[in-house]
């Protein structure tokens, strides 16, 4: 899945722009962290560099299940700046009714909750940013150029290994490109590809784990920050 991408959430354009799209949802790059709005709730998840498992990442949402209005006042309160709204919920004591925080006076239907993030194969924009796509096949096909590959959606028809050996699907487990991303960015190190019969194998410690066919189009444009 390839989530679009923001400079910077600091300005009214750049939020009813999010909001206009089919679906609200992209990483920011600063601060480091990806906006879910799809909902009445504003959900944000920051993931700094550190972050290598979506699990470790904190995660707020916000808003109110009557409308959207709670949720557009605080943004509109904080001057429509993304970071300035983090930095204020940063600051929230949530062992305390956080109702009564002076940030959150803005609307008195908004309730704010903050957990660990549940999503696994997310991972911080600063790791994927140097993940360009490619624009031709590689010499080589080493970790850090099949990264590129499945970050970029640069694919088709991916499988599980044995069953593109001829196993059948009801003795094949399934596999998800997302996961086996996350797998490539831990330890680059320890993957190749290897190209046979028309397809690519992607090997991990030598075994192969999954198998596709390389779709070198560019991916989609990412969304552009409008201008100020």
């Known amino acids: ?9 600091n300005h ?5 722009s999010l909001c206009q799209r089919e679906s609200p949802y992209c990483f920011v790059e600063t601060p ?10 504003l959900q944000i998840t920051q993931l700094h560099g550190a972050v290598r498992d979506g699990r470790e990442a904190v995660k707020f949402s916000l808003g ?7 949720a557009w006042a605080l943004i509109k309160a904080c001057n429509w700046r993304l970071d300035k709204l983090i930095e204020g919920l940063e600051t929230l004591d949530f062992r305390s009714n956080v109702r009564d925080n002076s940030l959150l006076g803005v609307h008195t239907d908004l309730s704010v909750r903050r957990y660990f993030a549940r999503e696994r194969h997310i991972s911080s924009p600063s790791r994927l940013g140097l993940l360009k796509p ?21 694919w088709q028809d991916l499988r599980p290994a044995r069953q593109a050996s001829g196993a059948t699907s009801a003795n094949t487990a399934p596999i998800d490109g997302n996961s086996l991303l996350l797998q490539l960015l831990d330890a680059p190190e320890h993957w190749l590809g290897l190209s046979r019969n ?11 784990i999954a198998s596709l066919v390389p779709d070198l189009q560019p991916p989609q444009p990412r969304l552009q920050q409008p201008p100020i």
């Open 134 to 154: 490619l624009q031709q096949t590689p010499d080589i096909w080493d970790g850090h150029n099949l990264s590129r590959l499945l970050a970029n959606d640069q």
């Open 198 to 208: 028309g397809r690519l194998y992607l090997l991990h410690r030598r075994a192969a």
């Open 1 to 9: 899945m390839l989530i679009r991408v923001l400079p910077a959430l």
């Open 32 to 41: 480091e962290s990806l906006v879910d709005f799809q909902t009445g709730f």
């Open 12 to 16: 009214r354009d750049h939020w009813i």
């Open 64 to 70: 109110s299940r009557l409308s959207l209005e709670p």
